[in-house]
């Protein structure tokens, strides 16, 4: 193996000691199955984010990789499953959301080796937020009504429930009439088999929530027919509206894109050091910016061990000017008296903030967060602290590279070679 691989450098970089014994002490040795490897879990969960692939493509390439099979602690190269995909599903469930502080602390202190500022240099951090889109289809009145009437049929036929009419003649019909309807002449006839298909939906879930009464099986079906109904009864200015209905919690966000008007998911603060490491990332529902800062700065607190003195926001801040000792600035017409120096100051601070916005991009497009496969509210959380450290660990596998290539340019040097620096990859293939 190549000992200037950068997964080969990151694995012997990483306190693996630490997630063995926090980890452990969640696992019971004496029931059930014998526990996969504590490494060899954590390892696949870091590069499932950092090579942007699914439970079942990361499991895969370990069989194929012997630089994953390194990361992951093992000792000779196999040919076989480590794992079955959804033991990772598991694993990232047992360990809970303060093990996944602990993978975002780590990914802090990896890049610490080989950055300038240090610990020291966060005493300014740069907040932003971001939609993280989960794994729904676009929401409208007419997939949601035919999704439940799906539902209620596969309930009808599990229990093997009476059914005065299962309309699936009707629906045919209404199908077709809901078929392009932004043609002037077809949009009435649209609309009208909208309305039709709710009022058909209402009557299945009603007639349901009769017959399960008659069996007892009620109650185990009783928060399913309240988010039926609350979705057939929800109208379009609601507030708390549900867009999904195996994701009830999802929000519509706004943020004002020219590209995209709405997204549906949940929002997240980024905290972004000075020198470029992600220092906090905290998942809310739909809070206002301003009443995010609090607690992403709690989080970046828990993760360096002391607050920053100053963090830089963007206009969507406004309301407030600080939070407990640390002081928020944000962009404002500079004050008549204000020096020279104090404006070239702050426009270079203000102008630094904006190095969050790629850092979002990247996230998104790299490391998972553009979509979210994760179920529910805990799967927010987890989905962001992991491409937050995976962010972390591969800004520190680019700073290896950067580190080798410089050291190798200045042997060169030094040895009073007179001819160009090769690149360090083609030193080390000769």
Known sequence: MNHKHSLYVLANKINWNKFETEFSKLFDEKMGAPNKPIRLMTGLIILKHIRNVSDESVVEQFQENAY????????FFSTEQPCDPSELVHFRHKIGEESLDMILKESILVNDDH??????????????????????????DAKLANKIIEQVQKIVEEHGLPQRQSYKRTLKKVHRDQRFRNHPKNAKKAHKA????????????????RNLASKNLLNTYKEKIELFKKVLEQKRCDKDKVYSLHEPEVKCIGKGKEHKKYEFGNKVSIARSYSGII??????????????????????EQMLGFRPSQAACDRGYRGQKESGTTKIVIPDVPKKNATYYQKKKAHKLFCKRA???????????????????YKGIFGDMLNAKLAAAAFNFKRAMRRFFVLLEWLYCFCLLWNGMNKKCERPYLAFAK
């Open 115 to 140: 950055d300038k500022q240090g610990p020291t240099g966060c005493g300014t951090v740069f907040l932003d937020t971001t939609v993280q889109e989960k794994n729904i289809t676009f929401p409208t």
């Open 68 to 75: 994953y099979q390194y990361f992951c602690g093992e000792r």
């Open 355 to 373: 190095g969050i916005e790629p850092i979002n991009g990247h996230l998104k497009s790299d490391h998972r967060m553009g979509r979210n496969f």
């Open 194 to 209: 909208d309305r039709r298909l709710k009022t058909i939906a209402g009557r299945l879930v009603r007639e349901l929530e």
């Open 279 to 300: 220092v906090g990332a905290v998942s809310f529902r739909d809070k206002y910016d301003g009443h995010t800062i609090d607690d992403t700065l709690d989080h970046v």
